[in-house]
T-cell receptor, first 115, second 118 residues
Framework: DAKTTQPPSMDCAEGRAANLPCNHSTISGNEYVYWYRQIHSQGPQYIIHGLKNNETNEMASLIITEDRKSSTLILPHATLRDTAVYYCIVRVEGSSGGSNYKLTFGKGTLLTVNP | GAVVSQHPSWVICKSGTSVKIECRSLDFQATTMFWYRQFPKQSLMLMATSNEGSKATYEQGVEKDKFLINHASLTLSTLTVTSAHPEDSSFYIC??????????????FGDGTRLSIL
């Protein structure tokens, strides 16, 4: 699976949009981009994923560049409860099941939302 | 939505004892579950992939006899840390993938089990 690069930390003011970048320059055509976050002392929470089109759900938006070498997770109106480590993961989709679905977590970005 | 429950959420025990951690998918069936370990201020590291009805697949460097995994049903996987020692103290997290879901569907994670060995 392709490696990802994220800034180690970011700050955002409460109520403002948080834009978290992720570089995945070695991504291949069949790899999806996933975003998870981990609030302190909890398990990771799924946020969103995409292949090449921009995606939006109730939590966030995912913007993937046309060449797919980078993406940005957007939290439109950050709250204090959005303070967490955000992980960007790229993963190949396997059809044979089992370990083909495993996720490899990097160090992520610690987003701190300030009042 | 899909919920994964882990039990216990926190356990403290003496060195040399064995500890069993349960991972249950509450409202869906999971052919595949994953076990991760996370040390303080570090990222999650995959330990093993648990497949219902078959042997688990362990990542390189993870001792099979130390970390016993059983996935006897489509809703339950267990991780047993045998003869635990202080260096096994960590945050153990499981995730599950819904059976029959599209290949790009996300995994769902439990809230983790914090294990402290004295």
């Amino acid at each position: 699976d392709a490696k990802t690069t994220q800034p180690p930390s970011m700050d955002c003011a409460e109520g403002r949009a948080a834009n978290l970048p992720c570089n995945h320059s070695t991504i291949s055509g069949n790899e999806y981009v996933y975003w998870y976050r981990q609030i302190h002392s909890q398990g990771p929470q799924y946020i969103i994923h995409g292949l090449k089109n921009n995606e939006t759900n109730e939590m966030a938006s995912l913007i993937i560049t046309e060449d797919r070498k980078s993406s940005t997770l957007i939290l439109p109106h950050a709250t204090l409860r959005d303070t967490a480590v955000y992980y960007c993961i790229v993963r190949v989709e396997g059809s044979s099941g089992g370990s083909n679905y495993k996720l490899t977590f990097g160090k992520g970005t610690l987003l701190t939302v300030n009042p | 939505g899909a919920v994964v429950s882990q039990h216990p959420s926190w356990v403290i025990c003496k060195s040399g004892t064995s500890v069993k951690i349960e991972c249950r998918s509450l409202d869906f069936q999971a052919t595949t579950m994953f076990w991760y370990r996370q040390f303080p201020k570090q990222s999650l590291m995959l330990m093993a992939t648990s497949n219902e009805g078959s042997k688990a697949t362990y990542e390189q460097g993870v001792e099979k006899d130390k970390f016993l995994i059983n996935h006897a049903s489509l809703t339950l996987s267990t991780l047993t840390v045998t003869s635990a020692h202080p260096e096994d103290s960590s945050f153990y997290i499981c995730s599950a993938r819904e059976i029959g879901s599209y290949s790009n569907q996300p995994q769902h994670f439990g809230d983790g089990t914090r294990l402290s060995i004295l």
